[in-house]
């Protein structure tokens, strides 16, 4: 009798010498979970900025950044999805665990970590900010007779609500925050472009560039540019996400994880092409860095919008602190050999949510962080480490379509890296010297 051959397992987490319990991610997720926190991760904050950088780059160069800052992001997006399993039988969960494969154990999470660190730590500190000023903007449009509380006190509101949210224990656990949050984005980011719509355009509006010096505007556009590519974050947490969806060989994860990412950013092109054409459109130069600051009628409606996005920002907030969070409680069962539990997690977590606390409301400078933080982290990690990984990894024939459109994108996301990091940086100092500190 001749024996049947053994079925193939179902693909395992990528053995990893820090693994610091035998549990591993719960997969049990649907592709639509994949859909609301990838949109989560991706609107935020940043869609409010979309019309301030376009007053620096103008009506073609802006809209041109925005469409191929899409067109890049949706591919290296793709590119991700399918790594997550490129080893038959591996499951690669987390963004370092991809690149220690990639560029070995020695050299690859000192290449993927420190970028992957910045844009998770990075967005958290920036929807401090978003939150307490959003908070801000909503009692000041509610309630006309309160006396006003500075913004620093609104930040430090904001954020006394994640020492309680932080203690959920995974990303399953914050699935119901993800939703709201995603419907959240969608709700306020249309509540955005159609008030600018109704509202019409403001007197005398002028869609020149913005009047600065010239070295002050050659900064100021390299921020904008940071500003654009901060919109395209999801990246930093795809595989975490994907981690939490099951696969086996006759359904592999990259099926319905890719199904929820088209529909992620179909919901991302409705969500920042709108808000960033139709708020330029509106205000022209003048627009101020968050568009909803700028409109003050209907009343009840721009206070709900800045309602939502504060509702928006505390589940963005979570999808990107889990896996700071994962990160930093494993190294320390492993290397200080804190016993795991919710002693441990009730430390780790609420020191970073003041470490993240004490930034934002430090530094306020809200479209300057975001040019920083859009260049220093979000650019390699969305624009162009995964098009590294992916020549390293599937090795595309030399000159084939797959290497000239990574090579592409390996070169536009090093200038962009390069140039909004420097342009964010000299901004945010240039401009803590008219910042009241603690306002």
Avoid at 14 to 37: C, I
Avoid at 77 to 82: E, G, N, R, V
Avoid at 144 to 157: E, G, K, L
Avoid at 419 to 426: D, K
């Amino acid at each position: 009798m001749v024996s049947s051959a053994p079925a193939p397992s179902e693909p395992k987490e990528v053995p990893a010498d820090d693994t610091w319990t035998e549990k591993g991610p719960s997969r049990e997720a649907k592709w639509w979970y994949s859909t609301f926190h990838t949109v989560t991760a991706m609107v935020g904050a940043g869609v409010l900025s979309l019309p301030y950088a376009m007053a620096y780059l103008g009506w073609g160069p802006g809209t041109l950044a925005l469409a191929i800052s899409w067109i890049i992001t949706l591919n290296t997006m793709w590119q991700m999805i399918q790594l997550h399993e490129c080893v038959p039988g591996v499951r690669f969960d987390r963004y370092y665990d991809l690149g220690r494969h990639a560029f070995g154990p020695k050299y690859g999470a000192w290449i993927v970590l420190p970028q992957q660190l910045i844009v998770q730590v990075g967005c958290d500190i920036v929807y401090m900010v978003t939150g307490g000023k959003c908070l801000k903007k909503f009692m000041e449009i509610a309630c006309t007779n309160c006396h006003p509380i500075r913004q620093s006190y609104w930040i430090c509101i904001f954020g006394g609500l994640h020492f309680f949210l932080s203690q959920l224990p995974d990303f399953n656990s914050v699935s119901g925050v993800s939703l709201a949050a995603a419907v959240m984005s969608l709700s306020y980011s249309t509540i955005a472009w159609v008030a600018c719509l109704s509202r019409g355009r403001v007197e005398n509006v002028n869609y020149g560039y913005k009047k600065t010096s010239g070295a002050d505007y050659m900064f100021r556009v390299f921020n904008a540019l940071g500003q654009i590519t901060f919109a395209y974050a999801g990246h930093a947490v795809v595989l975490e996400i994907q981690a939490t969806i099951p696969s086996t060989p006759e359904k592999p994860s990259k099926v319905p994880m890719w199904k929820g990412a088209v529909w992620a950013y179909f919901i991302n092109g409705i969500c920042y092409f709108p808000v960033a054409l139709v708020g330029y459109w509106a205000f022209g130069q003048e627009v101020a860095d968050n568009v909803l600051v700028a409109l003050q009628r209907p009343s009840w409606l721009i206070a709900a919008a800045n309602l939502m996005v504060v509702i928006h920002v505390i589940g963005s907030y979570q999808v990107y602190a889990m896996p700071v969070f994962d990160l930093v409680e494993r190294t320390m069962v492993k290397r200080l050999n804190f016993p795991p539990g919710a002693t441990l997690r009730l430390i780790v977590r609420s020191a970073y949510v003041a470490f993240t606390l004490f930034i934002g409301v430090t530094f306020p400078f809200f479209g300057d962080l975001l040019g920083f933080f859009g260049g220093f982290g979000f650019a390699p990690t969305s624009y162009f480490l995964p098009s590294i990984i992916w020549l390293k990894l599937m090795k595309p024939k030399r000159f084939s379509l797959s290497w000239i459109v990574n090579w592409a994108c390996i070169f536009i996301g090093v200038f962009i890296m390069v140039a909004s990091t420097i342009g964010g940086l000299r901004n945010i100092v240039a401009d803590s010297s008219t910042y009241e500190f603690y306002s």
